[in-house]
């Protein structure tokens, strides 16, 4: 009796384990003109290609593949490596392809994968808007011998970029349209050659990248773009005070903002003396370690042309305020109660505490500079 309980137990669990494993997706195809062939399966990586599985096409013209998939995961579907097709497989999903060897890559049939089918319309559209751009840009060698031919290149170019446009904001509105799609990952990465991106909307990317980290924080595809989408950020607030500096001859940009009573006081009203431009938040343990160090720098130079103007990126004015109190900050406290967006974008904060060095004409000398650097550079401006 024992052993037949044990042996029941065990195949009891062989089940429930059976049970618990997920449902394998499905491939399943039919080409014509391919009878014989093999046809592979090949997972797209961020930076390579992965070998999953091949296949022997049947003398009907058939082939299956099984695969275990648990996050929507792109996949290659290849005859060569000039003739593939790119689908975006989730978990269960049961796809037929249909297509003809001859014109695989380009006119294909495919059910059950709604990924796929966008991905689909993705590289369709913009195989399309690539044959006209090349067919326009091939008019001028054609007509090279014609009198007219500056005039028709004017035409030309306007139809040219007529075309570029409709493109960008085909895929930027795709983008905005399916934020949860993983296929949004390809339109982001589209190209219209080896230099230009189609989407160039940061706010869609920002959009895009958010949403996808927050349904698919695995995917190895939206850890890449979230990434690139933090230094595309970064590098455009950079680039914000860059141009700054360009048009305004200065490379310390104007900040407003009320203080903890409310009067709006202007970084510029410091001019005349060495100003330290810290930010900071209430809520941050680093920036309340810090206070104290900048106390006792206050209390040394203040009376030698030494101030600091404190920006908060904080949220909440009483947390903020209280911080003030305890800490006992008596120089320009300021922040809008709403991330000082303003402020923080246009010196390129990453993080706080972060601080910037202002000479008497308000001219960045320093940045981030902590303890000891930071005194030995005041005592020599200061001495």
Same mark, same amino acid.
């Given at each position: 009796?024992?052993?037949?309980?044990?042996?029941?137990?065990?195949?009891?669990?062989? &089940?429930?384990?059976?049970?618990?494993?997920?449902?394998?997706?499905?491939?399943?195809?039919?080409?014509?003109?391919?009878?014989? $062939?093999?046809?592979?399966?090949?997972?797209?990586?961020?930076?390579?290609?992965?070998?999953?599985? #091949?296949?022997?096409?049947?003398?009907?013209?058939?082939?299956?593949?099984?695969?275990?998939?648990?996050?929507?995961?792109?996949?290659?579907?290849?005859?060569?490596?000039?003739?593939?097709?790119?689908?975006?497989?989730?978990?269960?999903?049961?796809?037929?392809?249909?297509?003809?060897?001859?014109?695989?890559?380009?006119?294909?049939?495919?059910?059950?994968?709604?990924?796929?089918?966008?991905?689909?319309?993705? /590289?369709?559209?913009?195989?399309?808007?690539?044959?006209?751009?090349?067919?326009? #840009?091939?008019?001028?060698?054609?007509?090279?011998?014609?009198?007219?031919?500056?005039?028709?290149?004017?035409?030309?170019?306007?139809?040219?970029?007529?075309?570029?446009?409709?493109?960008?904001?085909?895929?930027?509105?795709?983008?905005?349209?399916?934020?949860?799609?993983?296929?949004?990952?390809?339109?982001?990465? $589209?190209?219209?050659?080896?230099?230009?991106?189609?989407?160039?909307?940061?706010?869609?990317?920002?959009?895009?990248?958010?949403?996808?980290?927050?349904?698919?924080?695995?995917?190895?595809?939206?850890?890449?773009?979230?990434?690139?989408?933090? $230094?595309?950020?970064?590098?455009?607030?950079?680039?914000?005070?860059?141009?700054?500096?360009?048009?305004?001859?200065? /490379?310390?940009?104007?900040?407003?903002?009320?203080?903890?009573?409310?009067?709006?006081?202007?970084?510029?009203?410091?001019?005349?003396?060495?100003?330290?431009?810290?930010?900071?938040?209430?809520?941050?343990?680093?920036?309340?370690?810090?206070?104290?160090?900048?106390?006792?720098?206050?209390?040394? &130079?203040?009376?030698?042309?030494?101030?600091?103007?404190?920006?908060?990126?904080?949220?909440?004015?009483?947390?903020?305020?209280?911080?003030?109190?305890?800490?006992?900050?008596?120089?320009?406290?300021?922040?809008?109660?709403?991330?000082?967006?303003?402020?923080?974008?246009?010196?390129?904060?990453?993080?706080?505490?972060? /601080?910037?060095?202002?000479?008497?004409?308000?001219?960045?000398?320093?940045?981030?500079?902590?303890?000891?650097?930071?005194?030995?550079?005041?005592?020599?401006?200061?001495?």
């Amino acid at each position: 009796m024992k052993g037949f309980l044990s042996i029941l137990f065990i195949s009891i669990m062989v &089940f429930l384990a059976g049970c618990n494993q997920p449902e394998k997706s499905e491939i399943r195809g039919k080409i014509t003109n391919a009878q014989g $062939q093999k046809i592979y399966l090949e997972e797209l990586m961020v930076a390579s290609i992965r070998p999953v599985d #091949s296949a022997k096409i049947s003398a009907s013209g058939e082939f299956v593949f099984r695969q275990h998939v648990q996050i929507p995961t792109f996949y290659l579907l290849k005859l060569s490596e000039n003739n593939f097709i790119t689908l975006l497989l989730d978990s269960a999903e049961k796809v037929t392809i249909n297509a003809d060897a001859i014109n695989f890559s380009r006119e294909y049939t495919v059910k059950g994968s709604p990924g796929s089918l966008l991905v689909q319309q993705l /590289n369709s559209r913009l195989n399309r808007t690539k044959q006209k751009l090349d067919s326009i #840009s091939s008019l001028t060698e054609i007509f090279r011998e014609s009198p007219d031919l500056e005039a028709r290149k004017k035409e030309w170019n306007a139809a040219y970029d007529q075309l570029v446009q409709e493109q960008i904001r085909y895929s930027t509105d795709f983008v905005s349209e399916h934020p949860f799609s993983m296929a949004s990952v390809l339109a982001l990465y $589209q190209k219209f050659d080896d230099e230009n991106y189609v989407v160039r909307d940061l706010q869609a990317l920002r959009v895009a990248a958010s949403a996808l980290n927050s349904f698919y924080p695995k995917s190895e595809h939206v850890k890449a773009l979230y990434t690139n989408t933090i $230094q595309l950020i970064a590098r455009e607030r950079a680039g914000n005070l860059k141009q700054y500096i360009q048009e305004n001859g200065q /490379n310390s940009p104007e900040i407003v903002l009320p203080d903890q009573n409310g009067r709006e006081v202007a970084l510029s009203s410091f001019r005349g003396k060495y100003v330290l431009l810290h930010f900071w938040s209430a809520t941050d343990q680093n920036s309340r370690i810090v206070n104290p160090v900048l106390a006792e720098l206050y209390k040394k &130079f203040r009376n030698k042309g030494f101030e600091i103007y404190q920006v908060s990126v904080d949220k909440d004015k009483a947390l903020w305020q209280n911080a003030i109190r305890e800490d006992q900050l008596t120089w320009t406290n300021v922040g809008d109660m709403e991330g000082s967006i303003r402020a923080v974008m246009f010196y390129n904060v990453q993080a706080v505490p972060f /601080n910037y060095l202002l000479d008497k004409e308000g001219v960045v000398i320093a940045r981030n500079l902590v303890g000891p650097n930071l005194n030995r550079t005041l005592s020599e401006l200061l001495h």
